[in-house]
């Protein structure tokens, strides 16, 4: 073989005959493709990363060619590097690359396994297994090649565990065992060859050694994980135990079945010769993953949707489906979001996913080790977006959609979707025209697909006009359509052009309704309503409805619930593409300023409206041109921004790019207590953090100092606490400077709480001290009743339970005279708290329901979680821990849709307790060690103290030694934090001395 890259990089049976860093990179790259053109930016990425120099290309040019003069030298042809237009490539046959030679021979076995000729697909599995000389291209740090590299040592890790299991069955347990042994030992998560080894060993009579394994596994799960291993181990675990194991091959771990496939559409059209040959491919060449790529409008998802349904019988064990939104308004989901999605797909608690990515991803694969599972990933971004997704598990197959060309995913069986043929895109026109008219002018209905391109999207478009126009032919729509010129050349495929429907359908409407519709291009949201389109025109909402019923007639508007309406993609990019002309310049830019406006009005009334004190006068804006508009979205209340959440964020972006700071700012803190309420802190960074540029660009410190005192917040609920307190310090600094003395009450206010999270209760008394301070005259309810909000919640936690009731019901004064429901909520919530620690169970609890229905109305979603909480302790201590757990996994959903990872943490310390309390020892055990080591990762030291407490409560009774082991750390922490606990723990340290 020329080259080797399962193992260090090997050229020409040497391993250091390519020296130089950058050319080991660039061969590793193009050998990683081998016969494929690597692009030169992505050589250029897997080089510099994210730091190329400016003569990057020169640099990559000056590599390529002393790579071509090393490989002469070494007796090889200089041309086997071939240079693209677009990137370079290396030939390379299969018998030239280990890794080509290593997938043959896999082939071959997995061949022979499933003729059932079991002694080749061993042979065939040894050879591609002695191809390895160690982990794939071993020191070539690049970024680039290391992601590609591991996925050529997970194949390794599969073709093993094949292997593995045809030499099982051929009676090999005993030759397996050193080699099963040290491969666990590396991969001790793989729940597939640890079975692999309990099983050998039990084939050989050393059942004890089997369940030791078994062990030894399920304590890492617990410390790697925070979970039990998967059923399938569990369930040979209780086999060994049985003794009636018997070796009948490796077995498969069973997996309960899922099925989350969307219904396949009925009227499917088309595709068949595709649908029959990627079938094809996937049975006889057990293609792991399928890209489907192609054009906005091609049909991608639908098709891969029949696919899925039609292979849903050979992968019995689950079909899973996820939306990645890589191309719509929606921002892409990220891996982690992606893969909680899935997980809960697959029936794993949401107490079970874990918070880090890396452990998230862990878990995904070993749930589908197993199994033999469908995933289709549909919508993809890019190829890194759903490579972090790919299953490991060698029953898998992945079916990925994206409108890019995902060449990153090496693993991938690539299929690019083309248009419809001209059979199947005249039935697509019958089935939405009618099929007798298509068959009288059959000439014409030809003429018609071919002027759309052979689109399915664009054929529905057209047959849809000709649906209702009963009395045009199809001639006339032909004539209509070879007549029309194509704003859209660059979704054209050769002579045919997408953009010829969209412009007979917008030429077809009033002037008025293609002004609407050029407008509506500027809207970046997924849906819209009325009034959003009339603030654009600057119409009355009546005239405007008559507007937008006019370009749903002519299918450049939909309309997919009453009041409602969308855009499809390519629609709104003719409508965006309309406007970017030249003499629309002064169109486009009123209607940006009329959309910006609009939204920021609303979201500045709904915020006044609400009654809350951080939402009221946020900054003095005119009168709107037109108020009824306003009023009639402002009516919506927090549902507007529920529905328009995406499209707020999207417009902060754009005011941000069309240079206008005042509103992009304004904007940003109008939609604060939405994304704060509501728990979407990501939002509200992105948001917050683009406001504050543009604060700066104004050279506005008032701004300034607003933007860093409200995005601080989102860092407090991610318990990112050194700086959410940076940003507030700060944010005091600038007010206190322009003395701005009424905003530095809510900044040292907003401080006080900080410095409580963390446990520094006296300073931030000391902040709540300087607050009040400053509040003298007449006013400030709004701003007096945060403080004491905040105010009663720290001395809550500080344990002074008398103090703060008198703070707390002072604030309930003060919320009943501004007639705030959120601060009514809050202080009876607070009020209830403290009197059930005081207590007073029974008004306690009445407190708490009251309080709960305020939080739930108003959208409250961390303090829901935490009132639940509190009545679930109430139910435990009453004696029902079952309708306790209930209540803290209710508080645990809410809290974790909030954001706040502190109050996950709290909630999941709650539910330990009542699981004690059920009698589920191990649960409550294995659920607080989890919590300390997240608590401990956000340096949340009060948490911390209570996981270890409920951990000293489990082992009590059996480890008495541990259990005072882990109080003492537990009263440690409760001391520096003045926590009420720490007399209870002091109390039981003394009894066990």
């Given at each position: 073989?020329?080259?080797?890259?399962?193992?260090?990089?090997?050229?020409?049976?040497?391993?250091?005959?390519?020296?130089?860093?950058?050319?080991?990179?660039?061969?590793?790259?193009?050998?990683?493709?081998?016969?494929?053109?690597?692009?030169?930016?992505?050589?250029?990425?897997?080089?510099?990363?994210?730091?190329?120099?400016?003569?990057?290309?020169?640099?990559?040019?000056?590599?390529?060619?002393?790579?071509?003069?090393?490989?002469?030298?070494?007796?090889?042809?200089?041309?086997?590097?071939?240079?693209?237009?677009?990137?370079?490539?290396?030939?390379?046959?299969?018998?030239?690359?280990?890794?080509?030679?290593?997938?043959?021979?896999?082939?071959?076995?997995?061949?022979?396994?499933?003729?059932?000729?079991?002694?080749?697909?061993?042979?065939?599995?040894?050879?591609?297994?002695?191809?390895?000389?160690?982990?794939?291209?071993?020191?070539?740090?690049?970024?680039?090649?290391?992601?590609?590299?591991?996925?050529?040592?997970?194949?390794?890790?599969?073709?093993?565990?094949?292997?593995?299991?045809?030499?099982?069955?051929?009676?090999?347990?005993?030759?397996?065992?050193?080699?099963?042994?040290?491969?666990?030992?590396?991969?001790?998560?793989?729940?597939?060859?640890?079975?692999?080894?309990?099983?050998?060993?039990?084939?050989?009579?050393?059942?004890?050694?089997?369940?030791?394994?078994?062990?030894?596994?399920?304590?890492?799960?617990?410390?790697?994980?925070?979970?039990?291993?998967?059923?399938?181990?569990?369930?040979?675990?209780?086999?060994?135990?049985?003794?009636?194991?018997?070796?009948?091959?490796?077995?498969?771990?069973?997996?309960?079945?899922?099925?989350?496939?969307?219904?396949?559409?009925?009227?499917?059209?088309?595709?068949?010769?595709?649908?029959?040959?990627?079938?094809?491919?996937?049975?006889?060449?057990?293609?792991?993953?399928?890209?489907?790529?192609?054009?906005?409008?091609?049909?991608?998802?639908?098709?891969?949707?029949?696919?899925?349904?039609?292979?849903?019988?050979?992968?019995?064990?689950?079909?899973?489906?996820?939306?990645?939104?890589?191309?719509?308004?929606?921002?892409?989901?990220?891996?982690?979001?992606?893969?909680?999605?899935?997980?809960?797909?697959?029936?794993?608690?949401?107490?079970?996913?874990?918070?880090?990515?890396?452990?998230?991803?862990?878990?995904?694969?070993?749930?589908?080790?197993?199994?033999?599972?469908?995933?289709?990933?549909?919508?993809?971004?890019?190829?890194?977006?759903?490579?972090?997704?790919?299953?490991?598990?060698?029953?898998?197959?992945?079916?990925?959609?994206?409108?890019?060309?995902?060449?990153?995913?090496?693993?991938?069986?690539?299929?690019?979707?083309?248009?419809?043929?001209?059979?199947?895109?005249?039935?697509?026109?019958?089935?939405?025209?009618?099929?007798?008219?298509?068959?009288?002018?059959?000439?014409?209905?030809?003429?018609?697909?071919?002027?759309?391109?052979?689109?399915?999207?664009?054929?529905?478009?057209?047959?849809?006009?000709?649906?209702?126009?009963?009395?045009?032919?199809?001639?006339?729509?032909?004539?209509?359509?070879?007549?029309?010129?194509?704003?859209?050349?660059?979704?054209a495929v050769g002579q045919r052009s997408v953009g010829d429907a969209f412009a007979l359908s917008y030429a077809q409407v009033s002037p008025a309704a293609q002004r609407l519709f050029r407008l509506l291009g500027l809207h970046p949201g997924v849906r819209f309503g009325g009034e959003i389109a009339a603030a654009l025109v600057d119409l009355p909402l009546l005239e405007t409805q008559d507007l937008l019923d006019e370009l749903v007639d002519a299918n450049l508007a939909e309309e997919p619930e009453p009041g409602r309406f969308s855009l499809h993609d390519l629609v709104r990019e003719y409508a965006r593409q309309l406007l970017v002309e030249p003499d629309r310049?002064?169109?486009?830019?009123?209607?940006?300023?009329?959309?910006?406006?609009?939204?920021?009005?609303?979201?500045?009334?709904?915020?006044?409206r609400s009654g809350a004190a951080g939402s009221r006068g946020l900054f003095t804006l005119p009168e709107p041109s037109r108020p009824e508009l306003v009023a009639a979205s402002v009516d919506q209340g927090a549902a507007w921004f529920e529905e328009n959440r995406a499209a707020l964020t999207a417009l902060v972006r754009l005011a941000e790019v069309e240079d206008l700071p005042r509103q992009c700012w304004q904007l940003a803190r109008a939609c604060w207590r939405s994304y704060f309420d509501g728990g979407h802190l990501d939002e509200l960074i992105e948001t917050h953090t683009i406001g504050l540029r543009a604060a700066k660009r104004l050279g506005d410190d008032?701004?300034?100092?607003?933007?860093?005192?409200?995005?601080?917040?989102?860092?407090?609920?991610?318990?990112?606490?050194?700086?959410?307190?940076?940003?507030?310090?700060?944010?005091?600094?600038?007010?206190?400077?322009?003395?701005?003395?009424?905003?530095?009450?809510?900044?040292?206010?907003?401080?006080?709480?900080?410095?409580?999270?963390?446990?520094?209760?006296?300073?931030?008394?000391?902040?709540?001290?300087?607050?009040?301070?400053?509040?003298?005259?007449?006013?400030?309810?709004?701003?007096?009743?945060?403080?004491?909000?905040?105010?009663?919640?720290?001395?809550?936690?500080?344990?002074?339970?008398?103090?703060?009731?008198?703070?707390?019901?002072?604030?309930?004064?003060?919320?009943?005279?501004?007639?705030?429901?959120?601060?009514?909520?809050?202080?009876?919530g607070h009020i209830g708290v403290i009197r059930h620690r005081m207590g007073d169970v029974e008004p306690a609890r009445r407190l708490l329901r009251v309080a709960l229905a305020l939080k739930r109305r108003s959208g409250n979603r961390f303090g829901e979680g935490e009132v639940l909480n509190e009545i679930g302790v109430m139910e435990r201590r009453a004696g029902r821990p079952h309708e306790a757990a209930a209540l803290h996994r209710e508080a645990l959903i809410a809290i974790s849709e909030a954001g706040d990872r502190i109050g996950q943490c709290a909630s999941r310390n709650l539910l330990a307790h009542a699981l004690l309390h059920q009698g589920d020892l191990?649960?409550?055990?294995?659920?607080?060690?989890?919590?300390?080591?997240?608590?401990?990762?956000?340096?949340?030291?009060?948490?911390?103290?209570?996981?270890?407490?409920?951990?000293?409560?489990?082992?009590?009774?059996?480890?008495?030694?541990?259990?005072?082991?882990?109080?003492?750390?537990?009263?440690?922490?409760?001391?520096?934090?003045?926590?009420?606990?720490?007399?209870?723990?002091?109390?039981?340290?003394?009894?066990?001395?």
């Amino acid at each position: 073989m020329r080259f080797g890259i399962l193992g260090p990089l090997r050229v020409g049976g040497g391993d250091t005959t390519v020296t130089a860093g950058r050319d080991r990179v660039v061969l590793a790259m193009l050998l990683l493709r081998a016969g494929q053109v690597v692009p030169f930016d992505e050589l250029v990425d897997a080089l510099w990363e994210d730091r190329p120099p400016a003569t990057a290309r020169t640099q990559l040019q000056i590599c390529v060619s002393r790579l071509r003069h090393r490989l002469a030298d070494l007796g090889l042809p200089a041309e086997i590097i071939v240079t693209d237009p677009v990137g370079y490539g290396i030939r390379a046959g299969t018998a030239d690359l280990d890794v080509k030679v290593f997938a043959s021979e896999v082939e071959a076995a997995r061949a022979c396994a499933a003729a059932g000729q079991l002694a080749d697909a061993g042979r065939h599995f040894r050879a591609a297994l002695a191809l390895w000389r160690g982990p794939a291209l071993s020191g070539i740090a690049s970024r680039s090649v290391r992601r590609r590299a591991q996925t050529l040592d997970e194949q390794r890790l599969a073709a093993l565990e094949e292997c593995v299991d045809v030499e099982l069955r051929l009676g090999n347990a005993a030759g397996l065992l050193d080699e099963l042994t040290e491969s666990v030992e590396r991969n001790p998560l793989r729940e597939r060859l640890r079975g692999q080894l309990m099983l050998a060993l039990s084939a050989v009579g050393r059942q004890a050694d089997a369940l030791a394994v078994y062990r030894d596994g399920r304590r890492i799960h617990a410390e790697e994980l925070g979970i039990e291993p998967g059923p399938g181990l569990q369930t040979l675990h209780q086999r060994v135990l049985a003794g009636d194991l018997a070796l009948a091959g490796a077995d498969r771990l069973p997996a309960v079945p899922v099925r989350c496939l969307p219904r396949a559409i009925s009227d499917f059209t088309g595709r068949q010769q595709t649908i029959a040959r990627l079938i094809k491919e996937i049975e006889q060449e057990h293609v792991p993953v399928l890209l489907i790529d192609g054009m906005a409008g091609s049909g991608k998802t639908t098709l891969a949707i029949h696919l899925a349904t039609r292979l849903a019988e050979r992968f019995p064990d689950g079909q899973l489906f996820i939306d990645l939104h890589g191309h719509s308004e929606r921002t892409p989901l990220t891996p982690a979001a992606a893969l909680a999605t899935l997980l809960r797909q697959l029936g794993v608690p949401a107490e079970r996913i874990p918070l880090d990515l890396d452990d998230r991803l862990a878990l995904w694969r070993t749930e589908l080790a197993g199994r033999r599972a469908l995933v289709l990933l549909d919508n993809a971004a890019n190829a890194d977006q759903a490579a972090a997704l790919l299953p490991n598990g060698p029953g898998c197959l992945t079916i990925i959609t994206s409108r890019r060309r995902l060449v990153g995913l090496d693993e991938g069986r690539p299929c690019s979707l083309p248009v419809l043929d001209v059979e199947d895109a005249v039935e697509l026109l019958g089935r939405v025209a009618g099929g007798n008219r298509v068959a009288d002018e059959p000439e014409a209905a030809v003429e018609v697909v071919r002027r759309c391109g052979f689109l399915p999207l664009a054929i529905r478009l057209a047959g849809a006009r000709l649906a209702h126009r009963p009395r045009w032919r199809i001639t006339d729509l032909a004539d209509r359509l070879s007549g029309a010129r194509s704003p859209l050349a660059e979704f054209a495929v050769g002579q045919r052009s997408v953009g010829d429907a969209f412009a007979l359908s917008y030429a077809q409407v009033s002037p008025a309704a293609q002004r609407l519709f050029r407008l509506l291009g500027l809207h970046p949201g997924v849906r819209f309503g009325g009034e959003i389109a009339a603030a654009l025109v600057d119409l009355p909402l009546l005239e405007t409805q008559d507007l937008l019923d006019e370009l749903v007639d002519a299918n450049l508007a939909e309309e997919p619930e009453p009041g409602r309406f969308s855009l499809h993609d390519l629609v709104r990019e003719y409508a965006r593409q309309l406007l970017v002309e030249p003499d629309r310049a002064a169109e486009r830019a009123g209607g940006l300023e009329r959309l910006l406006d609009h939204h920021l009005y609303v979201a500045a009334a709904i915020g006044d409206r609400s009654g809350a004190a951080g939402s009221r006068g946020l900054f003095t804006l005119p009168e709107p041109s037109r108020p009824e508009l306003v009023a009639a979205s402002v009516d919506q209340g927090a549902a507007w921004f529920e529905e328009n959440r995406a499209a707020l964020t999207a417009l902060v972006r754009l005011a941000e790019v069309e240079d206008l700071p005042r509103q992009c700012w304004q904007l940003a803190r109008a939609c604060w207590r939405s994304y704060f309420d509501g728990g979407h802190l990501d939002e509200l960074i992105e948001t917050h953090t683009i406001g504050l540029r543009a604060a700066k660009r104004l050279g506005d410190d008032a701004a300034v100092a607003t933007m860093l005192n409200y995005l601080s917040s989102a860092f407090y609920r991610l318990a990112r606490f050194p700086e959410a307190i940076r940003l507030m310090e700060v944010s005091v600094g600038l007010r206190r400077r322009l003395g701005l003395w009424r905003e530095v009450w809510n900044t040292l206010w907003n401080l006080g709480g900080l410095y409580g999270a963390v446990g520094e209760y006296r300073r931030g008394r000391e902040c709540f001290d300087a607050a009040l301070e400053l509040m003298r005259g007449p006013g400030g309810f709004g701003e007096l009743a945060n403080l004491l909000n905040n105010l009663s919640y720290t001395l809550l936690n500080w344990g002074r339970y008398d103090e703060a009731l008198r703070t707390s019901r002072r604030h309930l004064l003060l919320a009943r005279q501004v007639d705030d429901p959120r601060h009514l909520g809050n202080a009876l919530g607070h009020i209830g708290v403290i009197r059930h620690r005081m207590g007073d169970v029974e008004p306690a609890r009445r407190l708490l329901r009251v309080a709960l229905a305020l939080k739930r109305r108003s959208g409250n979603r961390f303090g829901e979680g935490e009132v639940l909480n509190e009545i679930g302790v109430m139910e435990r201590r009453a004696g029902r821990p079952h309708e306790a757990a209930a209540l803290h996994r209710e508080a645990l959903i809410a809290i974790s849709e909030a954001g706040d990872r502190i109050g996950q943490c709290a909630s999941r310390n709650l539910l330990a307790h009542a699981l004690l309390h059920q009698g589920d020892l191990p649960s409550a055990l294995d659920l607080h060690h989890r919590v300390l080591r997240d608590a401990t990762a956000l340096n949340a030291r009060y948490e911390q103290a209570r996981a270890l407490d409920g951990i000293a409560r489990c082992l009590r009774a059996d480890d008495p030694a541990a259990a005072r082991s882990y109080w003492t750390r537990a009263l440690a922490l409760f001391r520096q934090v003045e926590a009420p606990e720490r007399h209870e723990v002091a109390r039981v340290l003394a009894e066990l001395r």
